[in-house]
């Protein structure tokens, strides 16, 4: 049974960098059949898909078009976790981040319990 | 991407079913057999219920159905129970984008 567990802090001050970790069991960072996911939910913007990270025989990262700038997402195979850093934050990045994978297929089989990141001085 | 358009709550009684509807395009559900289903209970992990249209995963009650129909996906949940009570969202494959698109949401009130 793969589980996600997140971590990182709840506040972040504006303009500064948000971040996040998602420590996997069940599986492995460097799967060649998997993707780990990171997707964010607020009330003014609903699901949205931030990017992902995936091996298969190399490193490959994707990210949200309108994110791209401020975006990081990156793999720590000594830990078997991925990270989610979104630098210069602004209260509109206030929501709840979720890691999720992606196996075979076009769908999340696998989600952490969400992280409320609250933007705010 | 515009997100898949969701009725934002259905309600029921126990034991009745309802119906959630998804729709989207040709560039998504309606071009593509890549719709999932997940329903939310406030503060746990969302959870897969429906993919690839009309597959359950292993462990899905089989009260869970997904169909198809043009551009619109459905998610019917027969023999409502209390615990059924819950947000669900729909997914989809698109052509436009890497990040697939999502629905609004729908709340299910079991009444």
């Known amino acids: 049974q793969v589980q996600l567990q997140q971590s990182g802090p709840g506040l972040v001050k504006p303009s500064q960098t948000l971040s996040l970790t998602c420590a996997i069991s069940g599986d492995s960072v460097s799967s060649n059949s998997a993707a780990w996911n990171w997707i964010r939910q607020s009330p003014s913007r609903g699901l949205e898909w931030l990017g992902r990270?995936?091996?298969?025989?190399?490193?490959?990262?994707d990210y949200a078009i309108s994110l791209k700038s401020r975006i990081t997402i990156y793999p720590d195979t000594s830990k078997n976790q991925f990270s989610l850093q979104l630098n210069s934050v602004t209260p509109e990045d206030t929501a709840v981040y979720y890691c999720a994978r992606k196996s075979f297929g076009y769908f999340f089989d696998y989600w952490g319990l969400g992280t409320l990141v609250t933007v705010s001085s | 991407q515009s997100a898949l358009t969701q009725p934002a709550s259905v309600s029921g009684s126990p034991g009745q079913s309802i119906t959630i509807s998804c729709t989207g395009t040709s560039s998504d559900v309606g071009g593509y057999n890549y719709v999932s289903w997940y329903q939310h209970h406030p503060g746990k992990a969302p959870k897969l219920m429906i993919y690839d249209v009309t597959n359950r995963p292993s462990g899905i009650s089989n009260r869970f159905s997904g169909s198809k129909s043009g551009n619109t996906a459905s998610l019917t949940i027969s023999g409502l129970q209390a615990e059924d009570e819950a947000d669900y969202y729909c997914?989809?494959?698109?052509?436009?984008?890497?990040?697939?698109?999502f629905g609004g949401g729908t709340k299910l009130t079991v009444l």
């Open positions: 990270t995936y091996y298969r025989s190399s490193w490959y990262k």
């Open positions: 997914y989809s494959y698109t052509s436009i984008s890497t990040s697939g698109v």
